[in-house]
T-cell receptor, first 113, second 112 residues
Framework: NAGVTQTPKFQVLKTGQSMTLQCAQDMNHNSMYWYRQDPGMGLRLIYYSASEGTTDKGEVPNGYNVSRLNKREFSLRLESAAPSQTSVYFCASSERTGSTEAFFGQGTRLTVV | EDQVTQSPEALRLQEGESSSLNCSYTVSGLRGLFWYRQDPGKGPEFLFT???AGEEKEKERLKATLTKKESFLHITAPKPEDSATYLCAVIMIKAAGNKLTFGGGTRVLVKP
């Protein structure tokens, strides 16, 4: 089982460049999430999608946009990358929002120079 | 303010030396508490969900318990392969969507 798949695994961007992080899940989950993980800050929620067709801001949404393309796919876009967006990004999915466990992808390590 | 605090930040154990990790939370209404394991360069891997005080879950050498203000992850007779960062996360009843609030994690190193 693939679970949650993220692409790319590594990326280096120059300040001001744009890019999209891709995420797909094959568990037929309704809810999907994007987190960033920084040393000393733990995992913080950027955006989430409770179900296909809906998206909502999390704790740190500034500088990001998301698209829930279909039930399987949830992408994260950086329109104009900044060094402060250097981080490890994780996509996750869960059966539904509320009280069910989330399953995470392997992460994308992004460096903005 | 809702907070999740894990202690200690790091733990060095000898193989076979049992210990406990703490996750304390100050939230107004807990819907669920989750434990994850994270290996270097990988995403968090789900371990347990606890919903109510007094609940316990076990998996191999790991046992998670929950009280009204904290959770413990007990590692019994650990092996080197138990070395990882252990993350605690909570969902509050009032949380919009499924906002998991994570603690900072405890890095566990088990030496042979």
């Amino acid at each position: 089982n693939a679970g949650v798949t993220q692409t790319p695994k590594f990326q280096v961007l120059k300040t001001g460049q744009s890019m999209t992080l891709q995420c797909a899940q094959d568990m037929n989950h309704n809810s999907m999430y994007w987190y960033r993980q920084d040393p000393g800050m733990g995992l913080r929620l950027i955006y989430y999608s409770a179900s296909e067709g809906t998206t909502d801001k999390g704790e740190v949404p500034n500088g990001y946009n998301v698209s829930r393309l279909n039930k399987r796919e949830f992408s994260l876009r950086l329109e104009s990358a900044a060094p402060s967006q250097t981080s490890v990004y994780f996509c996750a999915s869960s059966e539904r929002t509320g009280s069910t466990e989330a399953f995470f992808g392997q992460g994308t390590r992004l460096t903005v120079v | 303010e809702d907070q999740v605090t894990q202690s200690p930040e790091a733990l060095r154990l000898q193989e076979g030396e049992s210990s406990s990790l703490n996750c304390s939370y100050t939230v107004s209404g807990l819907r669920g508490l989750f434990w994850y394991r994270q290996d270097p360069g990988k995403g968090p891997e789900f371990l347990f969900t606890l919903y109510s005080a007094g609940e316990e879950k076990e998996k191999e050498r790991l046992k998670a318990t929950l009280t009204k203000k904290e959770s413990f992850l007990h590692i019994t007779a650990p092996k080197p392969e138990d070395s990882a960062t252990y993350l605690c996360a909570v969902i509050m009843i009032k949380a919009a969507g499924n906002k998991l609030t994570f603690g900072g994690g405890t890095r566990v190193l088990v030496k042979p």
